[in-house]
């Protein structure tokens, strides 16, 4: 029998404030890959829940109504997976219920391992990691489901549902899936194997440059012309190392103006095997950052006032990751600290994201349709935690081929993250319907324009360019389209999300699904459509 229980306020509730499942019923918490199995097998037989009614919670984070939502009967819990270990035939395996944070401390600690993942503590590595994972870790070392080599998951295509392993010689038409094709799609995964993750780094550095919106004048610091400047020499970083490793991870945090000030943050690590000591890499470090405080100098006015780190992770202030003497050039940590330092989620807030992978620089038009946007205040509104963040990308994650895993976008050297978030008095399960509606239009309305030349999308269908290569899947946005809705349709996203793996390849993701998860459970807004 497993564990259930009529739910709690607590179980409702998403990470993302705007999602709320008013209706939920029942709550399974299963602590093994065969109590999910039982647990999945009682809601078949008992109810309540059938197919879109029952739906599966980890961390909580996702960014779209997919669990906690009206129709919402039944959830199966996996937080009580957290099992690890070392398995003679698939390597360090790791449990789903675990957090990024969790994962790190334990491949740490336990092994001297690490695994390129994500910068969230408390993201659930059950979603994060189907759905792709990366982190300040992928230029070096890939996405996260790179190094995966099998899942254990519960599926049921007959009658009962049933634990099975999926690996490269096992139901390896489900395996390629569960390495990017999002969480819920097939089944429940369980456990994660990992055959020989990376040897985790001695050392870590950070720092961060701000750059004020407006300056001590009241005049406009952040013209058009230096915010190029700044995309521009972005854009040239993240090229660098392309078709090789490289051990600095990068963001640009383009804050609103309402923010005060734009923020360039930066990420280093040692190489395992370099065997640098301490004084070594704090030295290499300094000359790495010196040079870049010179360049972004030349670029536009550095701030000494820490600018606001928002969006993933989210530290609040640069303060945190800067230097903390004047007469340093970097902050210096093991590497453990540093990815705890760097492990930011956030508050509970109420929010909306939009995402776009980029295989080339911005445009001018694309910029100033950003620069634009982040100026922009609607009514009333508080603007201040709205952003542009653009991740530094490509390196190892480019080494796979695109059909390799159902992530195609190996080509890309940024990956970018709208963000708007917002807070009220609302209670819990309620919120404020005018300033969603003006969130989500501003943010809809900038993600317009700046793709507008490509049909208002990053559609690469509409780039002959090689720009824009499409969205990622855990960057959720219903706007691109979402089951049972035409114009833009499901279809629509889907190609956004997975291009020719969703349904053009001779091994796709529809083709999975129909096979693995015919009735079609734990469907939602954005699931892979039969």
């Given at each position: 029998m497993v564990l259930s229980r009529s739910p709690a306020l607590s179980d409702r509730q998403g990470f993302d404030r705007r999602w709320f499942a008013p209706d939920l019923d029942r709550v399974y918490l299963p602590t093994t890959g065969a109590e999910v199995a039982a647990a999945w097998a009682e809601i078949v037989a008992n109810g309540p829940g059938g197919p879109g009614a029952t739906q599966i919670t980890c961390g909580r984070h996702c960014y779209e109504n997919f669990v906690y939502r009206d129709e919402t009967r039944t959830i199966i819990d996996v937080t009580g997976l957290r099992d690890f270990g070392e398995d003679p035939a698939y390597g360090f395996y790791i449990g789903v219920g675990y957090g990024n944070w969790d994962m790190y401390r334990i491949f740490n600690n336990v092994y001297s391992r690490t695994l390129p993942a994500g910068s969230c503590y408390s993201v659930g590595l059950g979603g994060h990691i189907t759905g792709g994972g990366y982190g300040i870790l992928s230029r070096q070392w890939g996405l996260t489901v790179d190094h995966m080599t099998a899942v254990d998951i519960v599926v049921k295509t007959g009658h009962k549902p049933e634990l099975i392993t999926a690996s490269a010689s096992e139901n390896a038409d489900l395996?390629?899936?569960?390495?990017?094709?999002?969480?819920?799609?097939?089944?429940?995964?369980?456990?994660?194997?990992?055959?020989?993750?990376?040897?985790?780094?001695?050392?870590?550095?950070?720092?961060?440059?701000?750059?004020d919106w407006t300056g001590a004048d009241g005049t406009l610091a952040m013209t058009?012309?230096?915010?190029?400047?700044?995309?521009?020499?972005?854009?040239?970083?993240?090229?660098?190392?392309?078709?090789?490793?490289?051990?600095?991870?990068?963001?640009?945090?383009?804050?609103?103006?309402?923010?005060?000030s734009i923020v360039w943050s930066s990420y280093s690590f040692d190489l395992p095997g370099e065997g640098l000591s301490a004084a070594d890499h704090a030295a290499a470090m300094a000359e790495r950052y010196a040079a870049k405080r010179a360049m972004l100098a030349d670029l536009a006015p550095l701030s000494e006032t820490p600018g606001p780190i928002l969006g993933h992770p989210w530290h609040g202030?640069?303060?945190?990751?800067?230097?903390?003497?004047?007469?340093?050039?970097?902050?210096?940590?093991?590497?453990?600290?540093?990815?705890?330092?760097?492990?930011?989620?956030?508050?509970?807030?109420?929010?909306?994201?939009?995402?776009?992978?980029m295989n080339k620089a911005f445009t001018p038009e694309m910029i100033e349709a950003l620069w634009t946007g982040l100026q922009i205040v609607p009514d009333g509104m508080d603007m201040s935690a709205s952003l542009c963040q653009v991740d530094s990308y490509g390196c190892a994650i480019n080494a796979v081929a695109p059909d390799a895993t159902p992530i195609p976008q190996r080509s890309a050297i940024m990956k970018l993250q709208y963000q708007t978030y917002w807070d009220n008095a609302c209670g819990v399960g309620?919120?404020?319907?005018?300033?969603?509606?003006?969130?989500?239009?501003?943010?809809?309305?900038?993600?317009?324009?700046?793709?507008?030349?490509?049909?208002?999308?990053?559609?690469?269908?509409?780039?002959?360019?090689?720009?824009?290569?499409?969205?990622y899947y855990n960057y959720c946005d219903n706007a691109l389209g979402v089951n049972g809705q035409p114009d833009p349709g499901i279809d629509h996203a889907m190609y956004l999300y997975f291009k020719e793996n969703f349904q053009e390849r001779p091994q796709n993701l529809q083709s999975v699904k129909a096979r693995w998860n015919p009735e079609n459970w734990f469907n939602g807004p954005q699931s892979i459509p039969i």
């Open positions: 395996f390629w899936a569960v390495r990017g094709g999002g969480g819920g799609n097939f089944g429940i995964i369980t456990r994660y194997y990992f055959g020989d993750p990376p040897q985790a780094p001695n050392h870590m550095a950070s720092n961060a440059f701000t750059f058009l012309d230096r915010f190029t400047d700044l995309l521009t020499a972005f854009a040239a970083f993240s090229e660098t190392g392309q078709g090789g490793p490289q051990n600095d991870f990068d963001i640009f945090h383009g804050n609103h103006k309402a923010a005060g202030s640069a303060r945190h990751i800067m230097p903390q003497s004047d007469d340093a050039t970097h902050r210096s940590y093991t590497f453990l600290e540093g990815v705890q330092n760097a492990n930011g989620s956030g508050p509970n807030r109420f929010g909306k994201y939009k995402s776009a992978y309620r919120q404020d319907p005018a300033q969603t509606a003006a969130h989500v239009k501003w943010i809809d309305t900038m993600y317009t324009d700046v793709y507008g030349a490509y049909g208002g999308f990053p559609d690469p269908r509409n780039d002959s360019g090689g720009v824009v290569d499409g969205c």
